[in-house]
């Protein structure tokens, strides 16, 4: 059977499950990439079904389903509304208006069969009606691929760029913060500012980008593990460079990165697995022939107290996060110092056990947050003031802020997260 076969019968078994669908609901969606050639499991085929994935919550007692054949990847939406060609109508607007509208196609059916267009499609590349241009052969597979990816690419790359950039802000932006750097101060560090941060800030998005770029498109975990590694030390490379040898998101490219790239990955195809599984898997991968080092601080704390800080966060699909993502309600400034309290309360903060300098000062200003309230700001602002006194911060513990952030944006961001 050969490629055109192949597609021919993707598209009889789909036909076919939507009739099975309707014998038990009034109404079924379909939501299908319009990818042209014979390869329609693509990972833009994913990319641009995902992006319409809000549609699954917007139908009271509805169900959906995920599909996969050799006509491509499909969600089904099943429902037990009563007028179809209003549901037409709306689809019909979203196919004109949203960005990758005119790269998918949502079919609506009710028990007469597909409710069919009033006015026909337009080409991608012109004016022209989309069946003469598909019939006549009007524009080679390759003019037309590139549209399909310069514009896939161009939206996902606006997208994760405001979700990055949101979630970082939303930590460096929160103040007082415990010794952290703010718009106002310098905290804890006298070697940054938040200029510096800013800096830095920008200097790293373009790499966790790239990141999820890649995360889309290569699907063995050992190889993107590599590359990952290599955008990675680029991305150090280039922060230390920005800013003159401050260590100011070292951590945060490891543990955004990896979150990111769980993203990437997870839409690009039809995973039951969630994003923090997905950390989990890398996570093992990454750290499976890892050779602890005597002289860099994490490994030498883990030798000595068995505090084993980010490693251990990405090795459990980052537990805490996922706990954390129950108190960040919304990104107010009370739920973001809740979440950020929440952290450095509960987990292995080896970026604040070096400034704190013995374990039991550690437990002893944990103790502190434990019994902080932190509804009182005098008590925020007395304690933020403590740390700054004693040179206290609480790296770690703001990167997993952002992490939550990142988490919960991304939520919204497309229905299909976990």
């Avoid at 996969?68 to 208006?97: H, Q, T, W, Y």
């Avoid at 069919?116 to 012109?126: G, H, I, M, W």
């Amino acid at each position: 059977m050969d490629i055109k076969e192949k597609v021919l019968k993707g598209r009889e078994e789909r036909a076919l499950l939507i009739n099975r669908y309707l014998t038990d609901f009034s109404i079924v969606i379909s939501i299908k990439a319009n990818i042209p050639g014979g390869d329609k499991k693509n990972f833009l085929s994913y990319m641009i079904i995902n992006a319409f994935t809000f549609l699954i919550n917007d139908f009271k007692d509805s169900k959906h389903y995920y599909h996969s054949n050799d006509d491509g990847p499909f969600i089904i939406i099943v429902c037990r509304e009563r007028n179809a060609l209003s549901i037409k109508n709306k689809i019909i607007e979203i196919e004109e208006k949203h960005e990758l509208g005119r790269l998918v196609d949502i079919d609506v059916y009710d028990k007469k069969g597909k409710i069919s267009r009033n006015v026909k499609r337009k080409c991608y590349l012109c004016d022209d009606d989309a069946f003469n241009c598909i019939r006549t052969n009007k524009h080679k597979y390759e003019e037309v691929m590139k549209y399909i990816t310069d514009i896939t690419n161009e939206y996902y790359q606006k997208r994760i760029y405001d979700l990055i950039d949101f979630s970082i802000l939303a930590e460096l932006n929160l103040d007082p913060k415990f010794g952290l750097v703010t718009p106002d101060s310098s905290g804890s560090h006298s070697d940054m500012d938040y200029s510096l941060m800013i800096e830095a800030k920008n200097a790293i998005i373009p790499y966790l980008i790239e990141m999820f770029f890649v995360s889309c498109q290569i699907k063995d975990i050992s190889k993107l593990i590599n590359t990952l590694q290599e955008i990675g030390l680029r991305a150090e490379t280039d922060m230390f460079s920005i800013t003159k040898g401050v260590n100011a998101y070292k951590g945060l490219i490891f543990n955004l990165g990896l979150m990111v790239s769980c993203f990437g990955y997870k839409i690009s195809q039809f995973t039951t697995k969630n994003i923090f599984d997905l950390s989990k898997d890398f996570s093992k991968l990454l750290f499976k022939d890892y050779k602890y080092d005597a002289n860099t601080y994490g490994d030498i704390i883990y030798r000595k107290y068995q505090l084993s800080g980010v490693k251990g966060e990405a090795l459990t699909g980052f537990i805490h996060v996922q706990e954390g993502l129950k108190i960040l309600k919304d990104f107010s400034w009370d739920s973001r110092i809740k979440t950020l309290i929440y952290y450095i309360t509960n987990i292995e903060d080896t970026s604040f056990l070096k400034r704190a300098k013995s374990l039991e000062y550690y437990y002893s200003v944990k103790d502190m947050f434990t019994e902080l309230n932190s509804d009182n700001i005098d008590e925020v602002k007395s304690l933020n003031d403590y740390c700054i006194k004693n040179h206290l911060s609480f790296g770690g513990s703001a990167d997993l802020l952002v992490l939550t952030v990142f988490a919960k944006k991304t939520q919204d961001f497309l229905f299909k997260f976990t």
